[in-house]
């Protein structure tokens, strides 16, 4: 290998100190043998560290609030749902028939099966016409005429309360019987070819319809918030209230700050329900507010 002296130090040639390089275990420039440290592996690391953290650290807040506002959208959709279906119900009432538990989370209901005009009926063959309508046959057969031009389908075996001029709750109250004065019959009522029929002899509804409107209706609805649910149930009796077989609307709800309310109309507006359902999630809690018109006229 040839040398050269410069100032009194030997000094090796470029091909000299390449070889001399390769066997200290660095690799020439461009070759198959190119690598990294452990010094620069730990580099890489650390540095990548903080670049995810600083990412992580300006992401977070982006993505939380996106997920909490996915969730509140979630809970108000739950809980329109479930305001809707209960204003619906409540605006097919029969009129005086809404009952708001004192405690604010339960609200009862009768929803109207069927509606129309009655023209007083006979109840002697020979008599005259009675209204309000009498159930006083010695048959046992009580039968009321329905007026055009509201028409109904025929009911078939199903029986119904018959209500005429309800002024007072129709909920909770004991169930009416032959013989009883009452503006709800027994529920013994049914309809065809425009004729409502019942076995009855003794029944007499407690006042006239000044429209000779009458309802029909064939069980009562209730809903309840009791154990973070709000529950829909349906009774073959005015005064039943086990909810043991309800179906649940819509469930996480906070029924301490839930509150149902209603005013009773008067003779310059209709009757008010209040509803207010609040729904609690990981992303927060959504209130929702409906009040709901009821028209009491009977």
Same mark, same amino acid.
Request: glycine residues 10%.
């Given at each position: 290998?040839?040398?050269?002296?410069?100032?009194?130090?030997?000094?090796?040639?470029?091909?000299?100190?390449?070889?001399?390089?390769?066997?200290?275990?660095?690799? $020439?420039?461009?070759?198959?043998?190119?690598?990294?440290?452990?010094?620069?592996?730990?580099?890489?690391?650390?540095?990548?560290?903080?670049?995810?953290?600083?990412?992580?650290?300006?992401? *977070?807040?982006? /993505? $939380?609030?996106?997920?909490?506002?996915?969730?509140?959208?979630?809970?108000?959709? #739950?809980?329109?749902? @479930? /305001?809707?279906?209960?204003?619906?119900?409540? #605006?097919? =009432?029969?009129? %005086?028939?809404? +009952?708001? @538990?004192?405690?604010?989370?339960?609200?009862? +209901?009768?929803?109207?099966?069927?509606?129309?005009?009655?023209?007083?009926?006979?109840?002697?063959?020979?008599?005259?016409?009675?209204?309000?309508?009498?159930?006083?046959? =010695?048959?046992?057969?009580?039968?009321?005429?329905?007026?055009?031009?509201?028409?109904?389908?025929?009911?078939?075996?199903?029986?119904?309360?018959?209500?005429?001029?309800?002024?007072?709750?129709?909920?909770?109250?004991?169930?009416? &019987?032959?013989?009883?004065?009452?503006?709800?019959?027994?529920?013994?009522?049914?309809?065809?070819?425009?004729?409502?029929?019942?076995?009855?002899?003794?029944?007499?509804?407690?006042?006239?319809?000044?429209?000779?409107?009458?309802?029909?209706?064939?069980?009562?609805?209730? !809903?309840?918030?009791?154990?973070? *649910?709000?529950?829909?149930?349906?009774?073959?009796?005015?005064?039943?209230?086990? !909810?043991?077989?309800?179906?649940?609307?819509?469930?996480?709800?906070?029924?301490?700050?839930?509150?149902?309310? !209603?005013?009773?109309? %008067?003779?310059? #507006?209709?009757?008010?329900?209040?509803?207010? +359902?609040?729904? &609690?999630?990981?992303?927060?809690?959504?209130? /929702?507010?409906?009040?709901?018109?009821?028209? %009491?006229?009977?």
């Amino acid at each position: 290998m040839p040398l050269i002296r410069h100032n009194g130090q030997r000094e090796v040639t470029s091909a000299g100190a390449a070889s001399a390089l390769s066997r200290l275990g660095f690799g $020439q420039a461009g070759g198959s043998n190119d690598g990294f440290t452990l010094v620069e592996l730990i580099m890489v690391i650390a540095l990548a560290g903080v670049v995810a953290v600083m990412v992580g650290t300006v992401m *977070s807040r982006p /993505l $939380q609030g996106f997920a909490d506002n996915s969730q509140r959208a979630e809970l108000t959709d #739950r809980a329109a749902i @479930a /305001l809707n279906r209960m204003a619906r119900d409540i #605006r097919l =009432a029969v009129p %005086n028939s809404v +009952l708001v @538990a004192d405690t604010g989370d339960e609200v009862r +209901l009768v929803p109207i099966a069927a509606a129309g005009r009655y023209r007083a009926n006979l109840p002697m063959p020979d008599g005259p016409r009675q209204d309000p309508p009498a159930c006083t046959q =010695a048959s046992g057969r009580c039968l009321i005429d329905i007026l055009s031009p509201m028409e109904l389908a025929d009911s078939g075996s199903n029986k119904h309360w018959l209500i005429i001029y309800n002024t007072g709750a129709l909920v909770g109250r004991p169930e009416p &019987v032959d013989g009883a004065v009452s503006p709800v019959s027994p529920k013994a009522f049914t309809w065809e070819n425009g004729v409502l029929e019942a076995d009855l002899s003794a029944f007499r509804f407690e006042f006239a319809s000044p429209q000779h409107r009458f309802f029909l209706a064939d069980r009562a609805v209730g !809903y309840r918030c009791r154990n973070g *649910s709000l529950v829909r149930a349906e009774f073959d009796e005015l005064a039943a209230s086990d !909810y043991s077989g309800a179906a649940t609307v819509v469930d996480r709800v906070d029924c301490g700050r839930s509150q149902f309310s !209603y005013e009773p109309g %008067n003779n310059t #507006r209709n009757g008010l329900v209040t509803l207010k +359902l609040m729904l &609690v999630g990981s992303g927060g809690t959504v209130t /929702l507010l409906q009040q709901v018109q009821v028209d %009491n006229a009977p």
